[in-house]
């Protein structure tokens, strides 16, 4: 599929997450078991249309693989474990949680991908992202560091892929909070395309320069 994909979308670069491009962005996580993870996540529904967004899930915090999660990446450090499924296939965001991200899919899926020293007065020109191909059943690290958003479908089936943050990150920050532009909610950084009218709208900085890129199928 990788290099399907690959030949389809030439707007920006596409690699694989095994490449050493993106050894920048993060690492692939391959001594934890992630069988009792994507078993849960494989139950989750998918909406017909859009994304949604769980940050908390129960059923996925109550099992044992993720005290090994918490300790081995997060440093035993509280943590929350939800999933974002959905049907996405633009960039339309960039967030960035200055603390590490977990994810691992049940279906293949690609990850925009930018790295926070390269903005420049809260805008990112898109000539510095980078696209990752991510095999389903792969577990990865992003680093604090690394800007990124919700994942983009490969297939028409749609994506479900499980999220693992620090606890509260994502929460809604109090109304009259003075702040910097780009923090969008606890713990999360944002800026967005300006034809995302969905996060213009939420009052989301426009900071994303250049073409707003889509996935495109075979």
């Given at each position: 599929?990788?290099?399907?994909?690959?030949?389809?979308n030439?707007?920006?670069?596409?690699?694989?997450v095994?490449?050493?491009?993106?050894?920048?962005?993060?690492?692939?996580?391959?001594?934890?078991?992630?069988?009792?993870?994507?078993?849960?996540?494989?139950?989750?529904?998918?909406?017909?249309?859009?994304?949604t967004?769980?940050a908390?899930?129960?059923?996925?915090?109550?099992?044992?693989?993720?005290?090994?999660?918490?300790?081995?990446?997060?440093?035993g450090?509280?943590?929350?474990?939800?999933?974002?499924?959905?049907?996405?296939?633009?960039?339309?965001?960039?967030e960035?949680?200055?603390?590490p991200?977990?994810?691992i899919?049940?279906?293949d899926?690609?990850?925009?991908?930018?790295?926070?020293?390269?903005?420049?007065?809260?805008?990112?020109?898109?000539?510095d992202?980078?696209?990752?191909?991510?095999?389903?059943?792969?577990?990865?690290?992003?680093?604090?560091?690394?800007?990124h958003?919700?994942?983009?479908?490969?297939?028409?089936?749609g994506?479900?892929?499980?999220?693992?943050?620090?606890?509260?990150?994502?929460?809604?920050?109090?109304?009259n909070?003075?702040?910097?532009?780009t923090?969008?909610?606890?713990?999360?950084?944002?800026i967005?395309?300006?034809?995302?009218?969905?996060?213009?709208?939420?009052?989301?900085?426009?900071?994303?320069?250049?073409?707003?890129?889509?996935?495109?199928?075979m």
């Amino acid at each position: 599929m990788f290099t399907a994909l690959k030949k389809v979308n030439t707007d920006f670069p596409l690699f694989n997450v095994k490449d050493d491009e993106f050894k920048k962005y993060g690492q692939i996580i391959d001594d934890i078991d992630s069988d009792s993870l994507l078993k849960v996540l494989a139950d989750k529904t998918i909406p017909d249309v859009g994304n949604t967004y769980v940050a908390s899930d129960v059923s996925l915090e109550s099992l044992p693989i993720t005290t090994t999660i918490k300790t081995n990446i997060f440093g035993g450090l509280p943590i929350e474990v939800g999933y974002c499924n959905g049907h996405s296939h633009q960039l339309n965001c960039l967030e960035w949680h200055n603390s590490p991200e977990v994810n691992i899919a049940t279906e293949d899926i690609v990850l925009f991908l930018g790295q926070t020293p390269k903005l420049q007065n809260d805008h990112y020109d898109v000539s510095d992202i980078e696209a990752f191909f991510i095999p389903a059943g792969t577990m990865i690290a992003i680093y604090g560091t690394t800007m990124h958003f919700a994942p983009c479908r490969t297939s028409d089936r749609g994506f479900k892929c499980l999220v693992v943050l620090l606890k509260d990150i994502n929460a809604d920050l109090p109304e009259n909070l003075a702040k910097p532009k780009t923090l969008f909610k606890y713990g999360k950084w944002l800026i967005t395309h300006p034809d995302n009218e969905k996060f213009t709208s939420q009052g989301a900085f426009p900071g994303i320069i250049g073409q707003n890129y889509e996935l495109k199928l075979m």
